[in-house]
């Protein structure tokens, strides 16, 4: 029930690469399936080309601000949320422009205070066993040291904080046990874990430099906040373009791949509670109604009742999932002003054999929400961060010949 994709109309837009090579300021924290930048470039430019006059960009799942430093770059008004506040954290950072002068100083306070104290008793009140699970006894002790630091050397809720915190977020896993490129959590036995504070400093000179080269300009016109784009009965501002990508169904569950910095960044005791509102969620939340599935379409049906007699947990997640995107198409909806433009960036899967088109998804429920002009354009995901392919172990390979997780990338764009 794939619909063939509009591969020959628009053709002066390519969504497969930019122009331009992608800025440093992007690469300061590792991030999962992250779309290339480019996008929302060219999504501006596209609808430029459709007449509309784009001021104000926003973004619903704008994860680590992608889109956000994009839009901003284009001269652009930017809104964007996320439900996971780790994803906020390095948003803010990365759209933000920083002192050097001032960087150098907290840094070199942050490095002195750890080389003069030890954790205390005390210090370890808060360390969950999940934590424990991850690190060595030592390396425990040097991450609380360095955490301490940041924090009594960088000014509560400032930006500089920020900076530092999440430098300390992306050497989290490096200095565990963290199975290196996995996207599940699992122990790497045989791994050498990084020294936290040979690890600390290779991170502050990435980021400084990145931030270096930040040719963002000065700009306040810019709000990211952690928000559930679903559960807040307010959207946001009226925008002229949305782009976004929301989460693949089956694909990746951000709230295991990210629960080393939840936990340390203190957002949740237990990382589990940051899966309950994602999209299709089916943790504590009861199954849906098979009517609300229906109404959905043939597609949706399909698709469920395809996975009902397989795995009735993945066929409940998968149904809430279709009801979570066609609700996030007809927000979307509601928040573009007269003739405003939106962009889906999203991907198709599959489970035990299962089929799982999430683009043709989205574009049933674009119709449904009486967008028109509605279109999809392929574009290879060659030059994503992570390939599509994993080992037997589940690790992100170049290897054509082992799994293929998800074949297809899809960007599906209608107009209000």
């Known amino acids: ?35 290339p930048a480019f996008i929302t470039t060219n999504a501006i430019e596209y609808a430029k080309q459709k007449g509309i006059d784009v001021q104000i960009v926003a973004d619903t799942f704008c994860g680590c601000g992608t889109s956000a430093v994009e839009a901003i770059k284009n001269g652009k008004v930017f809104w964007g949320c996320d439900i996971n506040p780790v994803a906020v954290l390095i948003a803010k950072v990365k759209t933000h422009r920083f002192r050097d002068s001032t960087l150098i100083r907290y840094f070199e306070a942050i490095e002195d205070d750890y080389c ?25 002790a040097d991450l609380i040291r360095l955490d301490n630091a940041i924090r009594s050397q960088t000014p509560e809720y400032s930006m500089h904080r920020k900076f530092f915190l999440c430098g300390f977020s992306n050497i989290l896993k490096p200095t565990s046990r963290w199975l ?17 504070i040979q690890a600390f400093e290779e991170q502050f000179r990435l980021m400084r430099k990145a931030n270096q080269n930040n040719t963002l300009p000065a700009s306040r016109k810019i709000h990211i906040q952690t928000q559930n784009f ?43 509670d940051l899966r309950k509102n994602m999209l299709g969620n089916q943790y504590g939340i009861k199954a849906p109604a ?21 795995d009735m947990g993945k066929a409940n ?30 991907g198709n899967t599959q489970y035990k054999s299962v089929n799982i088109d999430n683009s043709a998804l989205v ?43 998800y074949a297809d990338e899809f960007v599906v764009v209608g107009q209000v």
Not at 185 to 196: A, E, H, L, R, Y
């Open 1 to 35: 029930m794939t619909d063939a994709p509009d591969c020959s109309v628009d053709a002066s837009i390519c969504w497969d690469y930019g122009t331009e090579k992608e800025d440093s300021i992007h690469r300061i924290h590792s991030y999962p399936a992250k779309f």
């Open 116 to 140: 003069r104290t030890a954790p205390t008793k005390s210090d370890y009140a808060w360390i969950t066993d999940r934590i424990r699970y991850w690190f060595s006894d030592a390396t425990l």
């Open 180 to 196: 290196t490129k996995s996207i599940k959590p699992q122990v790497d036995p045989n791994k050498p874990p990084k020294g936290v």
């Open 230 to 272: 679903l559960a807040d009965k307010n959207a946001g501002p009226k925008a002229d373009l949305i782009v976004t990508s929301p989460p693949y169904v089956t694909s990746y569950n951000y709230a295991d791949i990210h629960q080393l910095s939840t936990m340390w960044l203190r957002y949740a005791s237990d990382y589990r």
């Open 290 to 310: 098979e009517e609300k599935i229906k109404r959905l379409g043939a597609r949706a049906w399909k698709t469920y009742t395809g996975l009902k007699n397989k």
């Open 317 to 346: 997640s998968v149904a809430r999932y279709c009801l979570d995107i066609d609700a996030t198409v007809s927000k979307c909806r509601k928040m573009l002003n007269p003739r405003g433009m939106a962009v889906f960036v999203i």
């Open 363 to 405: 574009k049933d429920c674009m119709r449904r929400a009486n967008f028109r002009e509605v279109k999809v354009f392929p574009r290879k995901i060659s030059r994503k961060m992570m390939t599509p392919y994993r080992d037997e172990k589940g690790r992100f390979t170049q290897d054509s010949e082992q799994r293929k997780v």
